[in-house]
């Protein structure tokens, strides 16, 4: 990957100046080189990982694991597409192994995230099966580690 990618990944925030510097070339250059990936699609867009916990945020995240018919002439990408295009879908990939699809789901609450399994993504035409695990607690997102108060305390467990 080229550098100025690698270090947009590192750090969305910095601005152009800062990386012309770290790469030893021009701004101007740098600033071209973003528009261009940016036009091109290579870059698709900038986020914040946040800690959403110490905002008080109560979304409710789920991976759901789905076995898919693959359609003639198709394949699983119009499958696929159809269902990263719902709103609650915040991410979609097609895996090897014992399901075609991972879909990343978000929802106000749990029952919300039942509602599009069962009402939306089960009913629809070619899904086969899904399974569904929910999130509890993040400790690691996209590289970045989420340090929880209170050292490594262990969720309760009650019967």
């Known amino acids: 990957m080229e550098p100025l990618l690698q270090l947009l990944r590192e750090n969305a925030a910095w601005?152009?100046?800062?990386?012309?510097?770290m790469l030893n070339i021009a701004e101007p250059e740098v600033v071209s080189r973003i528009r261009?990936?940016?036009?091109?699609?290579?870059?698709?867009g900038y986020r914040a990982i946040v800690n959403e916990e110490k905002l008080g945020v109560d979304l409710v995240r789920a991976v759901i694991e789905v076995r898919i018919t693959?359609?003639?002439?198709?394949?699983?990408?119009?499958?696929?597409?159809?269902?990263?295009r719902y709103r609650e879908v915040k991410s979609c990939y097609l895996m090897s192994g014992a399901y075609?699809?991972?879909?990343?789901?978000?929802?106000?609450?749990?029952?919300?995230?039942?509602?599009?399994?069962?009402?939306?993504?089960a009913t629809i035409q070619g899904v086969v099966s899904t399974a569904t695990?929910?999130?509890?607690?993040?400790?690691?997102?996209?590289?970045?580690?989420?340090?929880?108060?209170?050292?490594?305390?262990?969720?309760?467990?009650t019967p």
Request: net charge negative; charged share 30%; proline share 6%.
């Open 100 to 121: 075609d699809l991972l879909v990343v789901v978000e929802g106000a609450t749990l029952r919300e995230v039942a509602m599009f399994v069962s009402e939306k993504l």
């Open 36 to 44: 261009s990936l940016e036009q091109e699609r290579i870059i698709l």
């Open 70 to 84: 693959p359609e003639r002439e198709g394949g699983f990408d119009r499958l696929a597409e159809r269902i990263a």
């Open 133 to 157: 695990h929910f999130m509890l607690k993040p400790y690691k997102i996209d590289g970045l580690p989420m340090k929880h108060e209170g050292g490594e305390e262990r969720l309760p467990v």
């Open 15 to 21: 601005k152009p100046a800062q990386i012309a510097a």
